[in-house]
C-alpha cells in the first residue's frame, strides 16, 4: 500500500493533470496484474487493519485531487466519480485472475479502453455511481469471501 500511496504522489506531482491521473490508473493496475495479493486489496476492505487502511485512505484522498485536477482541466469527464476508479480496480482484477498466464496482458486493452470512455468530452451520460455505503460493503464482502475459499489454483 506504501507503493500505492507513492504512485498517487508521483501522479500528483505530474504538470498535466490527465497525464498525471491516466498515469496512475496504469500504474495502479499494473501493480495489480504484477501481485494477486495487491489486486486483492485494491477491491476489498479490511476494517481491522488500520494501518492498511490509513494508508489506503491517504491514497485516496490524493486519487480525489487527481480527479478534481483532471476534471478543472477539462480532460476527464464531469460525472466520473472515485467510486468509478474502485470499479477499474474491480474490473482489473477480474481480467488478470480470469486471464492469468494465459493472457497476461489483456488487462492493459481494458485500462486503455476505461481511460478512453472517461476522457472528456463524455459521449453520452452514464448510470448514476454506485453509493459510497453500497460500494464499501461490496469490498467487506469480497473480502469475507476471499478468507473463506481455497488460494487460486489450489484444489482444496
Not at 497525464?19 to 477491491?43: H, K, N, P, S, W
Not at 480496480?89 to 481480467?95: D, E, W
Not at 485500462?111 to 459521449?123: G, I, K, N, T
Request: hydrophobic share 45%.
Amino acid at each position: 500500500m506504501v507503493e500505492h500511496v507513492d504512485a498517487v504522489g508521483v501522479a500528483l506531482d505530474d504538470p498535466d493533470p490527465w497525464r498525471g491521473l491516466a498515469g496512475f490508473i496504469e500504474t495502479a493496475c499494473a501493480m495489480q496484474a504484477a501481485d494477486y495479493g495487491f489486486a486483492d486489496v485494491l477491491t476489498m476492505t479490511f476494517p481491522t487493519a488500520k494501518a492498511l487502511e490509513q494508508r489506503r485512505d491517504q491514497a485516496y484522498e490524493g486519487v480525489v485531487q487527481l480527479i478534481g485536477r483532471a476534471k478543472a482541466a477539462g480532460r476527464l469527464r464531469e460525472d466520473f466519480s472515485p467510486e468509478d476508479l474502485v470499479l477499474v480496480h474491480m474490473v482489473t482484477a477480474g481480467v488478470v485472475n480470469a486471464t492469468g498466464d494465459s493472457a497476461p496482458d489483456a488487462w492493459k486493452r481494458v485500462v486503455a479502453l476505461m481511460l478512453q470512455s472517461f476522457e472528456a468530452p463524455a459521449r453520452g451520460p452514464l448510470p448514476d455511481s454506485p453509493e459510497p455505503r453500497a460500494l464499501y460493503k461490496a469490498m467487506l464482502r469480497a473480502g469475507q469471501a476471499c478468507s473463506t475459499s481455497p488460494e487460486p489454483g489450489r484444489k482444496d
